[in-house]
């Protein structure tokens, strides 16, 4: 009985160990927060440039996952200021994201940031403009989608309130978003649980 037994086992053994390429569903998050330096006397006006190296980074998808979505969650800006420089105890900033053609497309306008330093103001979602919004997801599908190293610039630009103070500060301007992506990975066909891989 006990070789019946064993024998069974090894004739089965081949089906339950082959293998099947399955579809899999996966979620990441995107945290990027660029920092800008201000050091200026009244208004002013920042920027940084964020590729596509930056993001891929800062991510660990595949090269041969399929990018199927991409959402802007929230964004939130913290003020780290100089202590015995800086004179400002509150901002109003406007973010702005630059477009396909050269232009520019505003984020958020005006958003009040109290002092002090290390404070963290989210915006919330009445307070973002969407046409800057959905310019800022395109750029993060480009960068994950293409395999040219690609690039955008982030524009910060505001004043002390009340206005014309000595400002000396860093602004980080923290950008978090989803990333939806599929992979076809090979898995025994007992453990399946993905959809079938299309063309395999």
């Not at 006397?41 to 199927?68: M, N, Q, Y």
Request: proline letters at 4%.
């Amino acid at each position: 009985m006990k070789k019946t037994a064993t024998m069974l086992l090894l004739l089965a053994l081949p089906w339950i160990t082959s293998c099947e390429k399955q579809l899999f569903d996966f979620v990441i998050t995107i945290d990027q927060s660029p920092s800008f330096e201000v050091d200026q006397t009244g208004a002013f006006e920042v920027w940084e440039t964020i590729t596509s190296g930056d993001l891929r980074d800062a991510l660990d998808i595949p090269d041969d996952a399929d990018i199927t979505d991409v959402h802007i969650e929230a964004l939130s800006l913290r003020i780290e200021a100089v202590e015995g420089v800086n004179q400002a105890t509150a901002l109003t900033v406007s973010g702005e994201v630059t477009d396909l053609i050269g232009g520019r497309e505003r984020m958020f306008d005006d958003f009040p940031v109290p002092l002090p330093t290390g404070f963290v103001s989210g915006l919330a979602v009445d307070q973002l403009i969407e046409q800057g919004i959905s310019q800022l997801r395109t750029h993060l599908v480009n960068a994950l989608v293409n395999d040219q190293d690609l690039a955008f610039d982030v524009y910060l630009e505001g004043d002390s309130n009340p206005p014309g103070q000595r400002i000396r500060l860093n602004i980080y301007l923290t950008i978090k978003a989803t990333v939806n992506y599929s992979e076809c990975l090979e898995v025994l066909e007992l453990m399946s649980e993905g959809d079938a891989c299309d063309g395999v």
